[in-house]
């Protein structure tokens, strides 16, 4: 749990995939709610990996210039996804590839998925950006709180395997960083005790027709009390979730969840926030 004095910042970033920006309202919209006076900037992508939310955090310093007065959250995503910036539409469009996991990308084709896509490259990919950031962070001795979406931890991966093991070998060097990344606060973990099979449990008795893994705005708000030792205004944050859901389930209701139109129904009750979606 982080311990950190919210009231001090002037500005607040959260950074992350689906998790942090989604058709409803995540524990960061919920967090800017509690703070309408502050800047508020969600640089969350839908289906990105953790190397895009590192090269996005680098170009937000950039261009804002991070400062003692602002606080920086960073929800790490699920290591095995391929962010690159592709030429879309025959050079009309260039995006960052978002599709979540590296094995069902709509960018890429079996024969890549079979021949580069490897879980080590991107447990090792992911450790080195989240170093990078904790590194970029100390030398400008600014805030930030850093969790994750899951525990990143797979087995087979394990530092307790023999040292001989060819996954430990080529993350040994890594060993202190993976039981850092590993005491991140976990929303998997908070959630559901790293079983998302929990989670489909409760969507399939809940909604007939409609199944997404996503935490639901309560469950955003639990985390955000797990996560945050911070003394929230109950009565707004419950009304603040209360709407959400209320949205959301008419949006699961209509099929018009994920659409534009929904999402404005959401965000646009906080007007004095600015947001800025990438």
């Not at 307790?160 to 960083?177: A, G």
């Not at 949205?247 to 004095?272: C, F, H, L, Q």
């Amino acid at each position: 749990m982080y311990q950190l004095d919210l009231d001090k910042y002037n500005r607040i970033f959260t950074f992350g995939c689906s998790y942090t920006n989604f058709a409803w309202d995540t524990w960061a919209n919920l967090l800017a709610s509690q703070f309408p006076d502050k800047e508020f900037y969600n640089f969350g992508k839908s289906g990105v990996g953790n190397y895009y939310i590192a090269n996005m955090l680098m170009q937000v310093d950039e261009h804002y210039n991070f400062t003692s007065s602002d606080l920086v959250l960073i929800c790490w995503s699920f290591p095995e996804r391929e962010d690159r910036i592709i030429d879309e539409y025959k050079g009309n469009r260039i995006v960052w590839t978002n599709s979540g996991s590296v094995y069902s990308s709509v960018f890429l084709d079996e024969n890549f998925i079979n021949k580069y896509a490897n879980p080590v490259h991107y447990q090792m990919q992911s450790l080195t950006v989240m170093k990078l950031v904790e590194n970029f962070f100390k030398s400008k001795q600014l805030d930030y709180a850093p969790f994750i979406t899951n525990s990143l931890h797979d087995k087979k991966l394990s530092l307790d395997q023999p040292y001989d093991h060819p996954y430990v070998l080529s993350r040994h060097s890594f060993k202190d960083m993976i039981h850092k990344v590993q005491a991140y606060p976990s929303m998997h973990e908070i959630l559901w005790n790293d079983d998302i099979t929990v989670k489909e449990r409760a969507m399939a008795k809940q909604y007939k027709d409609f199944r997404d893994t996503h935490p639901s705005p309560q469950e955003h708000a639990d985390v955000l009390k797990a996560v945050f030792d911070y003394q929230w205004n109950e009565p707004a944050l419950t009304e603040r979730v209360q709407q959400s859901t209320d949205a959301m389930n008419e949006g699961i209701a209509s099929g018009d969840i994920y659409t534009k139109r929904w999402r404005k129904v959401t965000y646009e009750s906080m007007p004095t926030i600015k947001r800025i979606i990438r």
